[in-house]
């Protein structure tokens, strides 16, 4: 689900000032909103570790905006900032039918930050 505030245009105020350090402040300062824990903006990245069974973990886990996918992320990896999951042996926190449908939206609202910052 996805809260409508953060869809309204003018729930960044002044988007034109916004650079990669607030929106990492941005995003943090929303994850660490434990209550509004499933609909604050975050990135999701998907664990690559290969487990004693050879098959790949797999499981998404929450990340603060700035980290991105990459091929040897594993779970172990979001220690800082959510040291819960941070473990291959943690169930994901969400569906991954949820976590996908998150990806989605995050992704779009990544697009209209960048065509904010083409605009300056
Ligand atoms: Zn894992």
């Not at 953060?6 to 990669?20: K, M």
């Not at 995003?27 to 609909?39: F, G, N």
């Not at 990459?70 to 959510?82: A, G, T």
């Amino acid at each position: 689900m996805v809260r409508s505030n953060f869809c309204s245009d003018d729930y960044f105020g002044e988007p034109a000032e916004l650079d990669a350090t607030e929106m990492t402040n941005l995003s943090l300062q929303l994850s660490l909103r434990r209550e509004d824990k499933k609909t604050s903006i975050g990135n999701w990245i998907q664990c690559q570790e290969v487990l004693d069974t050879g098959a790949i973990c797999g499981k998404w886990r929450r990340a603060p905006l700035f980290v991105v996918q990459s091929s040897d992320w594993d779970c172990s990896c979001s220690v800082l900032w959510d040291p819960i999951h941070a473990d291959c042996a943690v169930p994901q926190e969400l569906g991954t039918a949820e976590v996908l449908q998150q990806l989605k939206y995050i992704n779009k609202l990544k697009l209209r930050l960048d065509s904010y910052k083409q605009k300056r």
